[in-house]
């Protein structure tokens, strides 16, 4: 089994920035993948940023290229989110997911959502 936990989520005023953090651990042979999403109220879940793990390639949402950071640290098994200059668009519960290994069987696994609130 793979847990991921999370953290890093709050209230923050228009123009902030919040850093998330998910950590993964369990019986992990190889992460192939680590990400974002985020779900607003009434709205589907959407990707917000993914990076790989092996080469750190990344890839943003176009609502926030240019302003959040998606980062690792495979030692740790936790992947980052800078986010910076938020708008209240930005208000969701973000989830970390990740691509793993898991033995002989490739799977991905979903973290239980931080909420993050853009308000003034």
């Known amino acids: 089994q793979v847990q991921l936990v999370e953290s890093g989520g709050g209230l923050v005023q228009p123009g902030g920035s919040l850093r998330l953090s998910c950590a993964a651990s369990?019986?992990?042979?190889?992460?192939?993948?680590m990400g974002w999403y985020r779900q607003a109220p009434g709205k589907q879940r959407e990707l917000v940023a993914t990076?790989?793990?092996?080469?750190?390639?990344?890839n943003y949402a176009g609502s926030v290229k240019g302003r959040f950071t998606i980062s690792k640290d495979n030692a740790k098994n936790t992947v980052y989110l800078q986010m910076n200059s938020l708008k209240p668009e930005d208000t969701a519960v973000y989830y970390c997911?990740?691509?793993?290994?898991?033995?002989?069987?490739?799977?991905?696994?979903w973290g239980q959502g931080t909420q993050v609130t853009v308000s003034s």
């Open positions: 990076i790989t793990t092996a080469g750190g390639t990344t």
């Open positions: 369990g019986s992990i042979n190889i992460i192939y993948n």
């Open positions: 997911n990740v691509v793993v290994r898991v033995g002989t069987s490739v799977s991905d696994y």
